[in-house]
T-cell receptor, first 112, second 111 residues
Framework: GENVEQHPSTLSVQEGDSAVIKCTYS??????FPWYKQELGKRPQLIIDIRSNVGEKKDQRIAVTLNKTAKHFSLHITETQPEDSAVYFC???????????FGKGTKLTVNP | NAGVTQTPKFQVLKTGQSMTLQCAQDMNHNSMYWYRQDPGMGLRLIYYSASEGTTDKGEVPNGYNVSRLNKREFSLRLESAAPSQTSVYFCASGAGNAEAFFGQGTRLTVV
């Protein structure tokens, strides 16, 4: 079945710097890759997603890139702000199976 | 809309007790999920249901059972709770290759 690896497990940056979180997946048939943000004590919420027919997607300060050949995708956050501090999860799903599998998460800390 | 509603929010069980976590969604989603979240372990899939009437095992199904009662409701049952099942449980629902929405979580402690 699908396996999603996520790195790093923790990431500390200075306010204004960029942050990059990387994920790899095992099932080449996976075709949808969402990213979720979870603030302390809250539920995970979608921040951006990408489908396998697209290589990159941007939404203001966040972007996601997908390399299907290498089976990895990355989250990029530019001009980080203290409110970006949270745990970020990547996930993958194969259309038709509906099995949504998550990585282990990255705790991002943005220092003022 | 309420989205995804889980009950209860908190629960303390004694080892060996049973309980059912309830989840309901009002977004007409086909897919529903149960995850457990432990420190450093991320969100691990327990069971999922791709459509009404079907359920499948996830990554960590042992010790749990599920029921997809109808399109709206997906329950998780612990038949004989163990301390290793102390965790935060999240229910989620989604529409295939699109955003999954999470409930507010259930914090379960087994003593």
């Amino acid at each position: 079945g699908e396996n999603v690896e996520q790195h790093p497990s923790t990431l500390s940056v200075q306010e204004g710097d960029s942050a990059v979180i990387k994920c790899t997946y095992s099932d080449s048939a996976s075709n949808y890759f969402p990213w979720y943000k979870q603030e302390l004590g809250k539920r995970p919420q979608l921040i951006i997603d990408i489908r396998s027919n697209v290589g990159e997607k941007k939404d203001q300060r966040i972007a996601v890139t997908l390399n299907k050949t290498a089976k990895h995708f990355s989250l990029h956050i530019t001009e980080t702000q203290p409110e970006d501090s949270a745990v970020y999860f990547c996930a993958a799903i194969k259309g038709g199976s509906e099995k949504l599998v998550f990585g282990k998460g990255t705790k991002l800390t943005v220092n003022p | 809309n309420a989205g995804v509603t889980q009950t209860p929010k908190f629960q303390v069980l004694k080892t060996g007790q049973s309980m059912t976590l309830q989840c309901a969604q009002d977004m007409n989603h086909n897919s529903m999920y149960w995850y457990r979240q432990d420190p450093g372990m991320g969100l691990r899939l327990i069971y999922y249901s791709a459509s009404e009437g079907t359920t499948d095992k996830g990554e960590v199904p042992n010790g749990y059972n599920v029921s997809r009662l109808n399109k709206r409701e997906f329950s998780l049952r612990l038949e004989s709770a163990a301390p290793s099942q102390t965790s935060v449980y999240f229910c989620a629902s989604g529409a295939g290759n699109a955003e999954a929405f999470f409930g507010q979580g259930t914090r379960l402690t087994v003593v």
